[in-house]
């Protein structure tokens, strides 16, 4: 499986503010996907992080308040933008292996306050 | 769209005991079922998956059984262990395509000595 890395693990953020996730992966992947895992809840895909083109987004997700790039078959970030404490998560990236199962990143833990 | 309904919410056990989580799904295009357990603090981690042409698939001590015909599927631990102590998601997807995986709300188990 791959081995994925997420940057930071955890911040605390002022809210209006904006943070950026960095996401990478050891291998080249085709399938990226972005998570919120509110606590004590399930997972909620944010999008998917399509490379060399817009980012698929899911209803109640947007671009303007989630913008993610994913500029090679390696890396992809989000960003969470314009926080509020509402925004506060765990937010996960994800890819898909060779026969559709997917892997996640160790998460980012985001307090806005 | 997908939806996944899981059951119980929560599950105790005594060490030894087997242990049953439920799920059903309702998008009958849906032919990947994977399950994952996260432990607190973690990252989701697949632990079984089967896909729609096969009725059962076990794993050591887990298990996990497809009714496509009723849209079911459930995981069965048996001889549970404190380190089964988690929660797990299971969950459906299209396979080919855009992959698209829908989590169920989760199970807490908690497997008592």
């Known amino acids: 499986s791959a081995v994925i890395s997420q940057k930071p693990s955890r911040d605390i953020c002022q809210r209006g503010t904006s943070l950026t996730i960095q996401c990478q992966v050891d291998s080249q992947v085709t399938m990226m996907f972005w998570y919120r895992q509110q606590p004590g809840q399930s997972l909620t895909l944010i999008a998917t992080?399509?490379?060399?083109?817009?980012?698929?987004?899911e209803s109640g997700f947007v671009i303007d308040k989630f913008p993610i790039s994913r500029p090679n078959l390696t890396f992809s970030t989000l960003t969470v933008s314009n926080m509020s404490p509402e925004d506060s998560s765990i937010y996960l990236c994800?890819?898909?292996?060779?026969?559709?199962?997917?892997?996640f990143g160790p998460g980012t833990r985001l307090t806005v306050t | 769209g997908e939806n996944v309904e899981q059951h119980p919410s929560t599950l105790s056990v005594q060490e030894g005991d087997s242990a049953v989580i439920k799920c059903t799904y309702s998008?009958?295009?849906?032919?990947?079922f994977p399950w994952y357990k996260q432990e607190l603090g973690k990252r989701p981690q697949l632990i079984i998956d089967?896909?729609?042409?096969?009725g059962e698939k076990k794993d050591q001590r887990i298990a996990v059984t497809l009714n496509k015909t009723a849209k079911h599927f459930s995981l069965h631990i048996t001889e549970t262990q404190p380190e089964d102590s988690a929660v797990y998601f299971c969950a459906a997807s299209p396979a080919g395509g855009y992959q698209k995986v829908t989590f169920g709300t989760g199970t807490k188990l908690q497997v008592i000595p």
């Open positions: 994800s890819v898909m292996g060779q026969v559709y199962e997917q892997y």
């Open positions: 089967i896909r729609s042409n096969v």
């Open positions: 998008d009958s295009a849906s032919n990947y």
């Open positions: 992080a399509n490379q060399g083109s817009e980012a698929t987004y």
